[in-house]
């Protein structure tokens, strides 16, 4: 699989340093009705994370996506989840749903063009991503892998992909 990374870097500027990732692009609608919703949450004092594909639409891969995955470590009991929409519209959506112990203490920051986000770690996605095994997915996991290459923490890459038993996964297609 091959991913044209110097195009998409000449019209994306990225820099990450520790737990912060700056991104400077143009915005897009989804990036906008993401950073809406999350700039609600923040409002609230909720905490959240960011996971799944939109992590992957948000450095910049080119795919479509009807919803946004987001973990906030309270309000939902029992496993519930909410999507969210805006009026008269089904996608996107945002499917809010209920952290597990920890998932939300440990995330990213990431700026685009000054608007905050969190997503979880991206050793995370690039692990949960091959768990999930779509071709999308591995795409996903791929890309990210390829993008973060020389950044990753590759001892908790290695973890995270061992807790999911997807190391095989990884190795096949993220050399």
Do not use: W
């Not at 920890?102 to 920051?109: A, I, M, N, P, V």
């Not at 993008?147 to 190795?171: Q, S």
């Amino acid at each position: 699989m091959y991913i044209n990374l110097q195009r998409l870097l000449i019209s994306m500027k990225m820099n990450y340093s520790g737990n912060r990732i700056e991104i400077k692009r143009i915005l897009s609608d989804l990036d906008k009705f993401v950073a809406g919703f999350v700039k609600i949450l923040d409002g609230m004092k909720i905490k959240y994370v960011i996971v799944s594909g939109y992590v992957a639409i948000l450095f910049g891969r080119t795919r479509g996506t009807e919803d946004i995955d987001i973990f906030i470590s309270d309000m939902l009991k029992g496993g519930d989840s909410i999507r969210v929409a805006k009026k008269n519209r089904a996608v996107p959506n945002i499917e809010i749903k209920i952290s597990k112990e920890g998932e939300t203490e440990d995330r990213l920051k990431a700026a685009i063009n000054g608007l905050e986000l969190f997503i979880s770690p991206i050793e995370n996605q690039i692990a949960f991503k091959f768990y999930l095994g779509s071709e999308k997915d591995v795409e996903d996991a791929v890309y990210l892998h390829e993008l973060f290459r020389g950044k990753l923490d590759t001892k908790l890459l290695v973890k995270k992909c061992k807790e999911l038993n997807v190391l095989g996964a990884m190795n096949k297609y993220a050399k």
